[in-house]
């Protein structure tokens, strides 16, 4: 994916996001990019503290697509990907992730929030355990504040 490429499914991504909460739901979401770095495949936002929305996109691009065809995808989320995400997206065979902000920067806006007890487990971390080389792209600089501005407020008035 270009840049450019990569900054519109952020935004994407974030809109989803936006969408998320505004259905009472943490603000987080997700798109599936096919191989040509345009194309929307999926999108998803946040559900709940089990169903977040990259391990949800991430099931159900394992149900309509051959892993082959998963492999050249991208898996774009607005923060990174937490282990629980990170491990469904390396089971689904998706070949790359982007994401525009870390999880310590999450993790400043949400403290010991008891809905969202960030674990301390870069994504970087856990692919590098698996048998295969998933590419990570993150965190975008250029867009990373929009993609925290989107939590600010929310966490304290939950």
Request: hydrophobic share 40%.
């Amino acid at each position: 994916m270009t840049p450019e490429q990569i900054t519109r499914a952020l935004r994407r991504a974030d809109a989803v996001a936006r969408r998320a909460m505004a259905m009472g739901r943490h603000p987080f979401g997700a798109v599936l990019v096919a191989p040509d770095g345009e194309t929307v495949l999926a999108e998803q936002g946040n559900i709940d503290t089990v169903h977040h929305a990259e391990a949800t996109l991430a099931r159900h691009a394992a149900q309509n697509w051959p892993p082959e065809y998963l492999w050249q995808c991208t898996l774009v989320t607005t923060f990174e990907p937490c282990a629980m995400c990170a491990g469904t997206s390396y089971w689904a065979n998706i070949g790359r992730i982007v994401y525009g902000a870390e999880e310590s920067a999450l993790l400043a806006l949400t403290g010991d929030h008891p809905e969202n007890p960030t674990l301390s487990l870069p994504c970087r971390e856990v692919f590098a355990r698996g048998q295969k080389p998933v590419e990570v792209i993150g965190p975008v600089p250029e867009v990373a504040d929009e993609m925290i501005a989107t939590h600010r407020g929310f966490w304290e008035s939950r």
